[in-house]
């Protein structure tokens, strides 16, 4: 049974940083590429970072590219986030999905090309 689970996110101050990971069962991140996504209040979900299964090419969205970094960490199954520079506009809540296709060299970060999510959790940055 596919499973992403997000740990906890929580409350930083403009400039601080958070680290989310997704956990992942009953798939091997070696096959798929695993997405982060977000979704502010009153807007649509956006894709944030990518990570493909193959060759591990990354990808960001311009408004956290050098702030943001995707990585998988397979001692613990998981792909995590690492925010740091936090901007009071980057409160969302923040989900992790499984790509769709299997083996892709590239992951693009569009919703239609994940089929699997985590529930969400709430990341907020306010002073």
């Known amino acids: 049974q596919v499973q992403l689970v997000e740990s906890v996110g929580g409350l930083a101050q403009p400039g601080g940083s958070l680290t989310l990971s997704c956990g992942v069962s009953g798939f091997s991140l070696d096959e798929y590429g695993i997405g982060w996504f977000r979704q502010a209040p009153g807007k649509e979900r956006e894709g944030v970072a990518c990570?493909?299964?193959?060759?591990?090419?990354?990808f960001y969205v311009g408004s956290v590219k050098g702030r943001f970094t995707i990585s998988r960490e397979y001692a613990k199954n998981t792909v995590d986030l690492r925010m740091i520079s936090l901007k009071p506009e980057d409160t969302a809540v923040y989900y992790c999905?499984?790509?769709?296709?299997?083996?892709?060299?590239?992951?693009?970060?569009?919703?239609?090309?994940?089929?699997?999510w985590g529930q969400g959790t709430q990341v907020t940055v306010s002073s």
């Open positions: 990570i493909s299964s193959v060759g591990s090419n990354t």
């Open positions: 999905a499984k790509e769709r296709n299997v083996g892709a060299p590239y992951c693009p970060v569009v919703k239609s090309e994940f089929d699997y």
